[in-house]
């Protein structure tokens, strides 16, 4: 059977699943949920995820929706180098702890940049509101430092001196000018 992926690439969380699949070599079909013109929203994807959110996957009869839980199953079940999650409890601590942790922080304030610098001056025709996006650019610096002063302190990765899933996800946050660069789609190919 052939995993699918539901996705859309203005979706950070998308992005952070299909990276993942790609760097892994997991064969995916990917299945582009364009939120823009409301696929997320069709009673067919409404029966992969109720939620009616990006990304989510079908692998076989198994429908499953939520990014960190993606990323877990597809690091579990595909068999992925052990470094992407690793087994040792304290080392999967780690992971799971940014993990928590950039829903609120990393997720939060760069998702606030890419709203006010990029869709909303698409969604609405006007121009970019300079003070709201002069606070919320502040706002992921703030982020972005407590990223190098915390997570990054003395390592070469997020949670060690290993690559994990907190990478792809923090990767892909703070990625988002790339997608309007045109940088993802030669990722998905």
């Given amino acids: 059977m ?3 992926i539901f996705a859309d690439l203005l979706s950070q969380p998308s992005r952070s ?16 949920t364009s939120i823009a013109e409301g696929a997320h929203q069709t009673k067919e994807f409404t029966a992969i995820n109720p939620f009616q959110k990006v990304p989510a996957i079908q692998d076989g009869d198994f429908n499953l929706t939520e990014s960190v839980a993606i990323l877990k199953y597809l690091a579990s079940t595909y068999k992925t180098p052990a470094h992407w999650y ?3 409890v304290k080392k999967r601590a780690r992971v799971d702890e ?6 609120v922080n990393t997720r939060l304030s760069c998702a606030k940049v890419f709203w006010c610098e990029f869709l909303i001056p698409r969604m609405t025709g006007n121009p970019i509101n300079k003070n709201k996006l002069e606070n919320c650019l502040t706002g992921m610096n703030k982020t972005l430092t407590e990223i190098e002063d915390v997570f990054l302190k003395d390592r070469k990765y997020l949670c060690g001196n290993e690559i994990t899933i907190a990478d792809i996800m923090g990767v892909s946050e703070v990625s988002f000018k ?5 940088f993802w789609s030669g990722i998905v190919r």
């Fill in 17 to 32: 699943v299909i990276l993942f699949a790609k760097l892994n070599n997991i064969p995916f079909v990917l299945e582009n």
């Fill in 178 to 182: 790339l997608k309007a660069q045109g």
């Fill in 86 to 88: 690793p087994s040792d």
């Fill in 2 to 4: 052939t995993l699918k």
């Fill in 98 to 103: 940014y993990l928590a942790w950039q829903h």
